[in-house]
């Protein structure tokens, strides 16, 4: 019973329960569904969604949001896009550039939040109108409309498009480098949470900040460098859809923020920091690609995609509260002598 509640009490356990559902579901009502070429683009779908939602997830363990983070995926493919096309210069100093600016942004979210005590919900609120505005006004300023340049032509595209966009191909269907880039950026935060010692300092920030800093823990570094995970993950994002596609609109990637977030939610985040872990923020992205493309396959009304969203965010939240609460009450009284065993806490980290 105990290791039971020990299982339950995982963040990623009902995430997984409920990806294995959804995606059965959508096997048995969807005929097209159940292809190779459509696993491999639901991956691809949840990669482009997952990679971010990793930072995202661990800076809700360690108990902030951002806001600014769908917004700050076209902003760094813009910033390389624009300053390489009008100054013609190489695109890989433009990349550069780019993540140079996105680390910047991301600093001064931390800064502010731990310097002025905002929350970082209006923190990073702010951050996403000034980014929002600066890449409609920005570019209509320097290419006079809405949209990017071609770059397809500029020095250096091809190597990065081998990079950020690259495929290939397996049988029928096409596999796309961002799937394996979220597989290791999903690795190297699971080390880093269960392994590491700033995994420690995660998890403190996250559910005891006052506590952790009694401790020795640098909160303010932590957090920081956590508001700046997010922002390079955005990066790698916006170069993928900047090499993909050549060409960006500067009013995209307003609403990514919270699919970045229910990701994190679904798959056994807290919302109030200190729990989650990244394989469970996986699972939960794996969720949105196959509900979002398995509405697609199974031809269903899309505009129902959204409410799906909200409910599947409702029910995660009272799962895990659910699951929490039974994970940490107390074991019962044990028949013969001897004191009762209390069930350990609920913890996001491996036993």
Known sequence: MRRSLRLLARPEAGALAAALVIFVFFLVVAPSFRSMAAFCTVLYQSSTIGIVAVGVGLLMIGGEFDLSAGVITISAGLVNSMFCWYLGVNLWAGALLSLAFCLLVGFLNGWLVMRTGIPSFLVTLGTFFVLQGANLGVTKLVTGSVSSRDISAIDGFTSLQKVFAWSFPLGAATVWIT????????????????????????????????????????????????????????????????????????????????????????????????????????????????????????????????????VMLLLAVLVNTYVRRLSSAPAPAAPAAGPPVPVPAASGKEG
Do not use: C
């Open 179 to 310: 799937v394996l880039w979220w597989a290791l950026f999903v690795a190297l935060a699971a080390w880093t949470l269960q392994r590491a010692r700033i995994g420690n300092w995660i998890y403190a920030v996250g559910g005891a900040a006052d506590s952790a800093r009694a401790v020795g823990v640098p909160v303010v570094r932590t957090k920081i460098g956590l508001f700046m995970t997010v922002s390079f993950l955005g990066w790698f994002v916006g170069m993928h859809l900047l090499y993909r596609f050549n060409t960006l609109q500067a009013g995209n990637g307003v609403g990514n923020e919270f699919l970045y977030i229910i990701a994190a939610v679904v798959g056994g985040t807290l919302l109030t920091g200190g729990f989650g872990n990244a394989f469970g923020v996986a699972i939960g992205a794996f969720i949105f690609g196959t509900t979002s493309l398995g509405i697609v396959y199974a031809g269903w009304d899309p505009n129902w995609f959204k409410a799906f969203l909200g």
